[in-house]
């Protein structure tokens, strides 16, 4: 599986950005995919996950009710709209992919697909 993340940015803070997860090599119908975020000398935390097959959207704290994750199956791509925006949601933002058997879906470390990472911007 390659994920490409993109859809990053610089935006004022209240504003919103769409970032998109594009998956190719394989269909990952069966797969969850998370979105984190790495702020500069912060470890990578969680913000969103969901399962490509369907089910209940799992987030952040710090997140819920301002960001939103979504999916569409035919084009294998996964969305998280950021509204609402604050200058401590500035990070670079990564999803992955995995089957997450056996392990937790909002630790980093049980995902073994990455993305490259989108930076995102929030200005006060």
């Known amino acids: 599986v390659q994920l490409q993340a993109f859809g990053g940015g610089l935006v004022q803070a209240g504003g919103s950005v769409r970032l998109s997860c594009a998956a190719s090599g394989r269909t990952f119908s069966n797969y969850f995919v998370g979105w984190f975020r790495q702020a500069p000398g912060k470890e990578r935390e969680f913000v969103a996950a969901i399962r490509m097959s369907g089910g209940p959207t799992y987030y952040a704290d710090s997140v819920k009710g301002r960001f939103t994750i979504s999916r569409d199956n035919a084009k294998n791509t996964v969305y998280l709209q950021m509204n609402a925006l604050k200058p401590e949601d500035t990070a670079v933002y990564y999803c992955?992919?995995?089957?997450?058997?056996?392990?937790?879906?909002?630790?980093?470390?049980?995902?073994?697909?990455w993305g490259q990472g989108t930076q995102v911007t929030v200005s006060s």
């Open positions: 992955a992919a995995d089957q997450i058997v056996g392990r937790t879906m909002n630790v980093a470390g049980s995902y073994v697909y």
